[in-house]
């Protein structure tokens, strides 16, 4: 993970793009999200910390909305594309396994489930499944913006504590 940081970050970097559009550009990215735009910010680039967070996040939740509003009306009309429609009926049935949480647990699932940074979770993830669930727009965001914020300290926390010391 830390070389695909470098390679990106050595990329934008290599090309005239400032370090702060950098680490907004990467947590921008699904996938990515804040989790490697903070890895980034902290340990690559040596960003104060704080900034580095509010760049990573503003560029984490800033897609959020988007998601909430057109990726059902997206994915219907994906689904009538031969050759891509497979790709969104995976895309729908690999998202749809983690409700569980949500079914659960409700609003607190999907804080949950975007606030612990692991794989195939975080703030794309969460929207998607709002959205696919059918849930509240205004609520999900709050509650993705809420669980990104946690995800944000979290990773910034170790990018401090032990990030610098493995990766640096």
């Known amino acids: 993970m830390q070389e ?7 990329f934008l970097t290599a090309h005239g793009i400032p370090n702060w559009l950098v680490v907004f550009i990467i947590s921008l990215c699904p996938i990515f999200e804040c989790r490697l735009g903070m890895f980034t910010a902290i340990v690559l ?4 910390p704080f900034v580095g967070f509010i760049i990573s996040f503003l560029g984490n939740i800033l897609p959020i909305p988007f998601i ?4 059902n009306w997206i994915f219907e009309l994906l689904k009538k594309v031969p050759g891509i429609n497979k790709l969104v009926f995976w895309l729908e049935e690999k998202t749809l396994k983690k409700r569980d949480k949500i079914d659960k647990y409700g609003v607190w699932g999907l804080l949950l489930f975007v606030a612990i940074p692991l794989p195939g979770t975080g703030g794309w993830t969460g929207a998607l499944l709002a959205s696919l669930l059918h849930l509240d727009r205004k609520k999900s965001f709050g509650v993705i913006a809420i669980g990104v914020f ?6 910034s ?4 504590s032990i990030g610098a010391a493995v990766f640096g």
């Open 4 to 10: 695909l940081c470098r390679t990106i970050q050595e």
């Open 45 to 48: 680039l040596q960003m104060n």
């Open 68 to 71: 909430l509003l057109l990726i």
């Open 150 to 155: 946690i995800a944000g300290l979290i990773i």
């Open 157 to 160: 926390i170790l990018s401090l």
